[in-house]
């Protein structure tokens, strides 16, 4: 499976390509950080992520692009400025129909080096030594590219396990209230009450009506063989 890794940003936005073997094979394709100049205007900042974004996407052909998910920073702007940035990627890849996906630091983190507070030092460390690298990448936007599409390639198949589940629980659920649904229905054509529902007054009523006049015509019916076993 081969993942695009995105972390977002204006300033600098990595990008890598990883290719996804057997189990937890993992193997670096291309990893590299495009900047914006910080005294260009929003717009063509955003163009210029997205166009090179773009070419990566056209080139190397991802089945999937994982880009980082942004918390509330101190900073409002460069918060938002990474926001946009990695909204920009999203629409280019839903454009090619390749599904986008995004990962919280905390998520990749915990995927790359077993502790979801690990530090950038610790995640470049292990991100060169899953992919047998023979130096670090730098800057630390290309590690934390790196590390997101190998987040992705190892979270993708118990991911793909947890949709298929909730899609059958679904389903089941939904075949459950057809059949309450269906039972409910037949029910109401016989004339019967619903299980647990106490029937209403007026129906009480000549329910108790009918039940008294089979009883009296009975008793009258047994005083007339009575009679007639006395007049034989």
Sequence with gaps: MRVMGVDPGLTRCGLSMVEGGLGRSVTAIAVDVVRTPADMDLAHRLMLVA??????????RPKAVAIERVFAQHNVRTAMGTAQAGGVIALAAARRGIPVVFHTPS??????????KA??????????????????????????????????????PLMARMAAAEAQAAEAQRRYAERLAAQRAAR?????????????PGRRKAAGDETAAVEAARDDGQQDVRRKAVRG
């Design 51 to 60: 166009d090179a974004a773009e070419r990566w996407m056209d080139e190397h």
């Design 119 to 156: 530090g950038k030092a610790q995640v470049t460390a292990m991100v060169t030594r899953i992919l047998g690298l023979e130096t670090a990448p730098e800057p630390a936007d290309a590690a934390d590219a790196l590390a997101l599409a190998i987040c992705h390639c190892w979270r993708a």
């Design 107 to 116: 998520e990749v983190k915990a995927s790359v080096t077993g502790n979801g």
């Design 188 to 200: 109401e054509r016989a004339g019967q009450p619903r299980p647990g529902r106490a029937q209403a």
